[in-house]
Structures are given as structure tokens and as C-alpha cells.
Nanobody
């Protein structure tokens, strides 16, 4: 069964950091573009970052540019999202999604479709 599993969420104070992981199960990530989609209560999922299959191309929404960094380790079948200088408005369930493609995402973060989604990990930024 193809599956993505997110981990690393939690409760953190404003200004703090978290590193989210997105691990593949049942398939290899090395031909997948991966994106992160936070979903806050009452809001739709909106892509904030993506990384191409080889890690050479990345993209960030303006709201997280300069604070978040996406990376991948295909040997570990895992994509990471380093989140620094967290703000209360970053509070959401964070989902990772994968699409089998050798296309990059430098121009924009693809809204979809994606082949596989994770179950999400909760990030809460609060004092």
C-alpha cells in the first residue's frame, strides 16, 4: 500500500522551530515531487512548499519564505520541512503529498492532482 507518513508536529512557542518529516511507505520517493499543505480549522489546504524529485528545485509561498526550508534525502525515502520563527498563524494540520513526475515546481506549487497523501501532523504555535 502506497503511503506517506508525517511526523514531527507538536506544540511550540512563537519564534520556535519544528522539523516535520514525510516518509514514504510501500514505494520510493525518488521520482516524486513532494509538497506540503497546511490546513487550519475552517480553511482549505493551500500549498506552502514543494521540492522536485531530485531536490534541485524548490518553491515557497510568500507566507513562509525565509522561515521554512524544504529538503529531501532520497536514500532515507524522506522529505523534511524545517520550520523556524514560527508564528501563531502557522498553526494547522500539515499534510505532505506526492506526485510521480520529473517536472519541477520552481514556477509554482502544484495545487494537484497528487498520487498520494499523508494523514497529517498537528502543529500548534502558542504561548
Amino acid at each position: 500500500q502506497l503511503q506517506l507518513v508525517e511526523s514531527g508536529g507538536g506544540l511550540v512557542q512563537p519564534g520556535g522551530s519544528l522539523r516535520l518529516s514525510c516518509a514514504a511507505s510501500g514505494f520510493t520517493l525518488n521520482n516524486h515531487l513532494i509538497s506540503w499543505f497546511p490546513q487550519a480549522p475552517g480553511k482549505e489546504r493551500e500549498g506552502i512548499s514543494c521540492i522536485s524529485w531530485n531536490g534541485f528545485r524548490t518553491n515557497y509561498a510568500d507566507s513562509v519564505k525565509g522561515r521554512f526550508t524544504i529538503s529531501r534525502d532520497n536514500a532515507k525515502n524522506t522529505v523534511y520541512l524545517q520550520m523556524n520563527s514560527l508564528k501563531p498563524e502557522d498553526t494547522a494540520v500539515y499534510y505532505c503529498a506526492g506526485r510521480a513526475t520529473f517536472l519541477g515546481c520552481a514556477a509554482s506549487i502544484p495545487p494537484g492532482p497528487y498520487d498520494v497523501w499523508g494523514q497529517g501532523t498537528q502543529v500548534t504555535v502558542s504561548s
